[in-house]
């Protein structure tokens, strides 16, 4: 499944009625969806906050805005399927915090990530106090929300804000070959990776290694695993292989 933002005139800020969609267009994918790709039409992924929009909302509504922005990226981190995200241009505030909630992080070689909150006078409210310094660290996001710092695609790529940096205009391509080996794995393994894995991490070790023996023992008992190690004992499945050296 393909989901674009498709707001490029407002370089894809995120308003009620998009957060919006995208919650609904997630909740609803079907449910033999293998695998989702998210990206953002024109040179920019998303500009964040539609800041139109921020106008005049008391304390109250502004808890509630943020928390329906949580609910739909939580729909994006924890749905039915992984996330892989395309990304070009801007990838700025919300749309940061939208691309950290996505699985897989592909970004072309004109992204650039930057958390602008500090200088709008506002704070992270898409989940990117909890979900960015998992990826880059409190360091990392504490310098970018500072001192307004703007990480270009390779910079970013080390910092651990994107896992991919492609050629400019290729981050769709790679994304959707992504997602097809993902979609070829099977769906308790990518369900383990995608549920089981993040809340292990927030765990102690010992709940941690004992949720893992559980997630384990239930994949092991599929009948797709045992399918697919009969497939490799009898060589009909293919080896690890070594990285294409460049
Ligand atoms: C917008 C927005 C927006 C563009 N809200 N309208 N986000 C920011 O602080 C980023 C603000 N945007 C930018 O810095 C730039 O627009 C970009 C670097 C993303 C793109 O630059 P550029 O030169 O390609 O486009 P532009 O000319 O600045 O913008 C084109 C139009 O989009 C223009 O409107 P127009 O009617 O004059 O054509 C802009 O006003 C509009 N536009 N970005 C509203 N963000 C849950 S908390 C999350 C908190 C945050 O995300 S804070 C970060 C907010």
């Known amino acids: 499944m393909h989901l674009s933002l498709a707001r490029p005139a407002k370089r894809n800020a ?14 609803g994918a079907p449910a033999d969806v293998r695998a989702i790709v998210v990206s953002g039409e024109g040179e920019h992924f998303c500009a964040g906050l539609d800041l139109s929009d921020l106008s005049e909302r008391s304390v109250a509504e502004g808890v509630l805005h943020s928390r ?19 990304l070009q241009g801007a990838v700025v505030g919300g749309g940061f915090e939208l691309a950290a909630s996505a699985h897989i992080r592909v970004a072309d070689r004109t992204a650039f990530f930057a958390l602008p909150e500090g200088q709008r006078g506002i704070f992270v409210g898409g989940g990117g106090s909890a ?37 400019p205009g290729a981050a769709l391509d790679k994304a959707i070959e992504l997602a097809r080996r ?34 384990a023992a239930i994949a092991q008992g599929d009948e797709a695993a045992k399918q697919r190690i009969r497939d490799f004992l009898d060589k009909r499945a293919a080896k690890v292989e070594r990285p294409q050296q460049s």
């Open 14 to 27: 995120l308003n009620d009625a998009l957060i919006a969609e995208l919650h609904m267009a997630l909740a």
């Open 131 to 167: 979900r960015i310094p998992r990826l880059i660290g409190v360091a990392r996001m504490s310098d970018m929300m500072l001192t307004g710092r703007v990480l270009g695609a390779e910079e970013a790529l080390a910092a651990g804000c994107c896992s991919y940096v492609t050629e």
């Open 68 to 86: 329906s922005w949580h609910a739909a990226f939580d729909q994006l981190q924890f749905g039915r399927a992984p996330v892989v995200v395309a």
């Open 182 to 215: 993902i979609a070829a794995n099977a769906p308790l393994s990518n369900f383990a990776v995608m549920h089981a894995l993040p809340r292990i991490a927030d765990m102690a070790q010992g709940e941690g290694l004992f949720v893992e023996s559980l997630m």
